[in-house]
């Protein structure tokens, strides 16, 4: 064979060599570049602590030159008469009404066992501390602005306070915007406003025979336009500072016609479900549902209550027939569908824990309704963003089940033990005045807890109108 020549020797010998030179020039920024990610990674992992509480920040944008604000209409131009409500409690008093006075989990940190496992929270707050200082704060600068309409308005039944005490299943709507109107976080600039509140009532449309469950989504539409034309607060931001409140299930289609409300403006509405498109999570909100009751609420002690789990309802979704097809002849499970014979307030008395069912919607009133009375409640709603998330720790004082698991319900209720029971319980104590409506509101009661929710979600864009136009935002 003969000898390959000394070009081919030479080119191969060089491409060798210039491979490995390459090879070895892409090894060292390569390894580099994998140790830097590395390093980057164990930095936020191990500082993240840092990040459990978010700060304002404040970028500063200019606003086109053409930028200029709207005059309104004598239509819309009645002042509406508001009360300064009283001054803030100070510190020592609002740290004594929301609890027990114990280290927060932030000062605490995670508990573990001796075994090295770590032990569940039983904390009824998320953080306390947080919370404390964040309300104060909120009570302290939260400014809302009411689109203004006079009484002789021709939907002034929609769009102003009701003149009675609210009551019913879909109370909650009609109890914030009462309450709401007679606070201290109105104003009447709305210049200094962080927030700008849509007073339309869905339940009230609901009901108006000159709406009706049709004719909603046009009313809608065809306000939103003229609060629109006649202010420029809604096109500055685009919505996004606004709010509206609604309970009944009929406000998650109210939107249809006029989109930019449902995905632009903070939406506080009883059916919270991460299932329906409308309702995105952290800039919606979740408005408890609760039917109003009279005086304090009763206090019976865990002994007495004879009964393991309690339901009461109409079968109106596939999750409560599986209920009911489970657990209708049990003796230790109460599954009742249709009228009682016993007074309802007997049964959530009388039982452990109270089963909160999806039905039409993830939402009832029973959660307020056991917690009223004591109950644990157990949610049996896949989906429900449930109220007051960002605050409470729902795994403190409730338990969750998936409704694949309604089957195994007995053996999870038992699988609790009577320590953790009782803890349970302890803790629903203690959350129960978030869930009560008052005409004149009670520090953390549902009206505040809500205002707080709001707080949390506020964009607080504002423009400061002088000659530069500054268009600053504070996003949380």
């Known amino acids: 064979m003969a000898r390959p020549s000394l070009l081919y020797q030479y080119y191969h010998s060089h491409r060798h060599l210039s491979s490995r030179s390459f090879g070895g020039f892409f090894f060292i920024p390569t390894s580099l570049a994998l140790l830097t990610s590395f390093l980057i990674l164990f930095y936020i992992y191990s500082t993240s602590n840092l990040f459990t509480h978010t700060h304002q920040i404040t970028p500063r944008i200019k606003l086109p030159s053409g930028f200029s604000t709207l005059s309104s209409p004598s239509l819309f131009s009645a002042p509406i008469s508001l009360e300064n409500a009283s001054e803030l409690t100070k510190t020592g008093t609002l740290e004594r009404i929301i609890g027990d006075g114990s280290e927060s989990q932030r000062a605490r940190g995670p508990q573990s066992s001796s075994n090295g496992q770590y032990e569940k929270n039983n904390e009824v707050f998320h953080d306390r501390d947080i919370f404390l200082e964040d309300y104060k704060e909120m009570n302290r600068t939260l400014k809302i602005y009411v689109y203004p309409h006079r009484k002789d308005y021709a939907f002034a039944n929609v769009l102003l306070p009701v003149d009675f005490k609210p009551g019913g299943n879909y109370a909650s709507e009609s109890y914030f915007k009462k309450v709401l109107m007679q606070s201290h976080f109105i104003t009447k600039n709305p210049t200094v406003a962080d927030l700008f509140f849509l007073p339309f009532s869905i339940a009230r449309l609901r009901h108006d025979p000159r709406v009706g469950v049709g004719g909603i989504q046009d009313f809608i539409r065809d306000y939103m336009f003229n609060i629109s034309q006649t202010y420029p607060y809604w096109n500055r931001t685009n919505g996004v500072d606004h709010f509206y409140v609604a309970c009944h299930s009929i406000g998650r289609v109210a939107m249809e016609k006029a989109p930019e409300v449902k995905f632009n403006a903070i939406q506080v509405v009883c059916s919270s479900s991460y299932f329906l498109t409308g309702y995105i999570a952290h800039k919606d909100a979740c408005l408890p549902q609760i039917w109003p009751r009279e005086g304090e609420p009763p206090n019976l002690v865990s002994s007495k209550r004879k009964k393991l789990a309690f339901f009461a309802g109409a079968i109106n ?48 009133a029973r959660i307020a309704d056991s917690l009223y009375y004591g109950c644990v409640p157990v949610i049996i709603a896949n989906y429900y963003d449930l109220p007051f998330t960002d605050v409470l720790n729902w795994k403190s004082f409730s338990v969750v089940v998936a409704t694949l698991d309604i089957p195994l319900l007995k053996k999870i209720l038992k699988g609790i033990s009577s320590k953790e029971y009782l803890t349970l319980q302890s803790n629903v104590l203690k959350v129960r005045k978030h869930f009560q409506w008052h005409l004149f509101p009670v520090h953390y009661d549902a009206f505040y807890m809500v205002m707080y929710e709001l707080w949390l979600r506020r964009s607080s864009m504002k423009i400061s109108f002088d000659d530069s136009m500054v268009f600053t935002t504070h996003n949380r």
């Open 317 to 364: 979704s596939p999750v409560r027939e599986k209920l009911l097809q489970t657990w209708r002849n049990d003796s230790e499970i109460f599954a009742h569908f249709g009228r009682l014979t016993t007074p309802y307030a007997d049964e959530l008395l009388g039982s452990k824990y109270c089963l909160h069912v999806k039905g039409f919607e993830v939402n009832t």
